[in-house]
Nanobody, 131 residues
Framework: QLQLVESGGGLVQPGGSLRLSCTAS????????VAWFRQAPGKERTIFSC????????HYSSAVKGRFAISRDNVKNTVYLQMDNLKHEDSAVYYC????????????????????????WGQGTQVTVSS
């Protein structure tokens, strides 16, 4: 059974940091591009970071660029998301997703992975930024 499990979410004060993990079981995550999505209450789930199979290509949305960092350890079958300088607006449920055939789109906002390429999803982890 292909499964992704996120961990590391929680409550943090504005300006604080968290590191999320996304660990795969039942398959080799090294064969997959991986993305992080998030969904705030009443809003759509949106992609904000992704990386290719090796971790050499990384993309970020403008909302998180410079504050978040995606990385991966294929030996540990895990992708990480380091989140620094967290803001209230970062509060959301965070999901990781894997895909074997992921394209990229280029817009005037930058380059990002195409969401429809991600077919294996985790259950999500809550991140709350509050004082």
């Amino acid at each position: 059974q292909l499964q992704l499990v996120e961990s590391g979410g929680g409550l943090v004060q504005p300006g604080g940091s968290l590191r999320l993990s996304c660990t795969a079981s039942g398959f080799s995550l090294g064969n997959y591009a991986v993305a992080w999505f998030r969904q705030a209450p009443g809003k759509e789930r949106t992609i904000f970071s992704c990386t290719d199979r090796t971790g050499s290509i990384k993309h970020y949305s403008s909302a998180v660029k410079g504050r978040f960092a995606i990385s991966r350890d294929n030996v540990k079958n895990t992708v990480y998301l380091q989140m620094d300088n967290l803001k209230h607006e970062d509060s959301a449920v965070y999901y990781c997703a894997g895909g074997r055939n992921v394209n990229q789109r280029v817009t005037n906002l930058g380059t990002m992975c195409e969401e429809d390429g991600f077919t294996t999803w985790g259950q999500g982890t809550q991140v709350t930024v509050s004082s």
